[in-house]
């Protein structure tokens, strides 16, 4: 198919999609082109609009909820819902997957559009072609698996699978690797350009720009709700900074931002802690771990998916995962006993999950109510809480952390993951605490976004606090770190001062039992 006046094949055009929220303008007169058989990566900052507007092409909101025209195959088309969209072979994969956990892979694949014979699920069959589309995405699990038995890295593969097996012609991925080590990433960019030489369309929503600019052919780069320009990578000669300045209106300089630590005296200890699994009595998760921080110090904890790292950082704060065996905490020179959250609170300990949908918020709450709800005794008098008091602080929240809402009576579950986390942050910001845990704090952020938290975890060192914080990627913990742990099959492998540490020195620390001494 191919439209007049141009030269190459377009099998998607979206002309002046405006799309509104009360009390917002989510999307402006934009507009999208996507050549046939490319990969075409979506850029913009947190609440930009990207999600939404692919929500109004797939049919999540359905057509008269919307203004303006979507051409598919040469044809404008009007989807009512997502059932229609699919029937046309566009497939949308959320970043929040729609797999059922305690259903197996087959069960996944084909749930509701299971094959039958003589009006009856035939489940030979069924596992015969689970295996077929498992091949083609490169996972040689057991068809029987239950999902909750398997990674997400091999859980982003079946939704793929379930993508196939619906003749997908155009394939929508809201930030598909979000979540996944560097392997899983990278076997899934792999799949992608396998899915392209098969003449399958993609549409890719990333904030990883390294990723972006590997794999895509085209960027459409959306700012607050309007399509600022669409960059060829190849012809344009893009890069990361040149996709920054289009998502953020201008040149981040620094990523990283600068300080000169004041690093003071030790003040918080993990002395052999050991944890074990919840439900595995022979598996530990952590292994005599031990650590220091010291006031005004930025902690890292580098390694990969499944070392140890959450567990550590759970149990820790009021051991909220595992059954806990032995070890000890010291805060002050004194032993701290920590048996609950709230025990973990009091003692000056906060916690950022990893998870904010499922641990970090309640998605039925609004904003305020959520910034407040870790400590409502610093809000409340005789037992009651001051609503004034709650605006007030939650208001505050918003304008220093830019959570992007018009009013903090608004659902959390409405805003973006980007602003979600941003509450999340707040909420443990607000219970003032000595230690601040952040488990992946800038997973799903985007650049502009991930610079502000930078320069929040730097304010909050330089206030005298002890800031642990856990990711999966290298270079922000090589960038925001004074010191870095690395933690292997639950063990603390190593401890290596930040200023002599590298992504390689690291490398071999996260995949090694072998423990080293103190780099420092």
Not at 211 to 232: C, K, P, W, Y
Not at 488 to 516: H, Q, V, W, Y
Request: charged share 25%.
């Amino acid at each position: 198919m191919e439209l007049a006046g141009n030269t190459e094949p377009t099998i998607l055009e979206m002309r002046g999609i405006t799309k509104e929220f009360p009390g917002v303008k989510a999307l402006d007169d934009v507009t999208l082109t996507v050549k046939a058989g490319e990969i075409h990566a979506i850029c913009g900052e947190n609440g930009a609009g990207k999600s939404t507007l692919m929500k109004v092409l797939s049919g999540v909101y359905p057509y008269g909820s919307y203004t303006g025209d979507i051409i598919y195959g040469g044809a404008e088309v009007r989807f009512s819902n997502i059932r229609q969209s699919e029937s046309a072979g566009i497939v949308i994969i959320h970043q929040e997957l729609a797999l059922i956990p305690l259903l197996s892979i087959t069960e996944n694949i084909f749930l509701g559009n299971e094959p039958t014979k003589r009006g009856v699920i035939d489940w030979v069959a069924a596992k015969s072609m689970a295996r077929e589309l498992l091949a083609r995405v490169g996972l040689s699990d057991d068809p029987d698996t239950l999902i909750k038995d398997i990674g997400v890295g091999k859980q982003q593969l079946v939704e793929i699978a379930k993508a196939l097996h619906k003749s997908v012609k155009l394939l929508i991925l809201d930030e598909p690797t979000a979540a996944l080590n560097e392997s899983d990433s990278q076997h899934l960019l792999d799949l992608l350009r396998g899915l392209k030489g098969r003449g399958i369309t993609s549409i890719m929503i990333s904030h990883k720009l390294n990723e972006i600019e590997a794999i895509s052919d085209e960027i459409t780069i959306i700012r607050d709700g309007r399509t600022i320009e669409t960059l060829n990578v190849r012809d344009d000669g893009v890069d990361e900074d040149r996709i920054i300045r289009g998502m953020v209106g201008r040149t981040l300089d620094n990523r990283f931002p600068e300080r000169n630590p004041h690093i003071g005296e030790i003040f918080f200890e993990v002395r052999n802690w050991n944890v074990q699994h919840p439900l595995a009595a022979d598996r530990m998760v952590v292994k005599n771990s031990s650590f220091t921080v010291r006031r005004g110090e930025v902690v890292g904890f580098a390694g990969l998916m499944g070392a140890g790292r959450t567990e550590l950082a759970m149990s820790i704060f009021g051991r909220s995962y595992g059954n806990f065996l032995s070890g000890t905490l010291i805060k002050d020179g004194k032993e701290i006993r920590v048996r609950n959250v709230g025990e973990a609170i009091e003692n000056g300990i906060a916690y950022v999950s990893e998870d904010r949908k499922a641990l970090g918020l309640n998605l039925l709450d609004d904003i305020k109510r959520s910034i407040v709800s870790a400590k409502l005794s610093k809000i409340s008098k005789a037992d009651v809480v001051d609503e004034v008091a709650e605006y007030q602080v939650s208001e505050k929240y918003r304008k220093s952390l830019r959570i992007k809402t018009p009013t903090v009576y608004e659902g959390v579950n409405k805003l973006s993951g980007g602003n979600q986390q941003k509450v999340v942050l707040a909420k443990w910001m607000f219970t003032d605490p000595d230690i601040l845990i952040l488990d992946e704090p800038t997973r799903g952020i985007d650049v502009g976004a991930k610079t502000e938290i930078y320069a929040i975890i730097r304010e909050l060192a330089a206030q005298g606090k002890g800031v642990i914080m856990i990711s999966s990627e290298l270079p922000e913990l090589l960038g925001v770190s004074d010191r870095i742990y690395t933690i292997f099959e639950g063990a603390i492998t190593s401890e290596i001062s930040a200023d002599r540490a590298d992504p390689e020195t690291l490398m071999k620390s996260m995949t090694s039992t072998e423990k080293k001494a103190p780099k420092l």
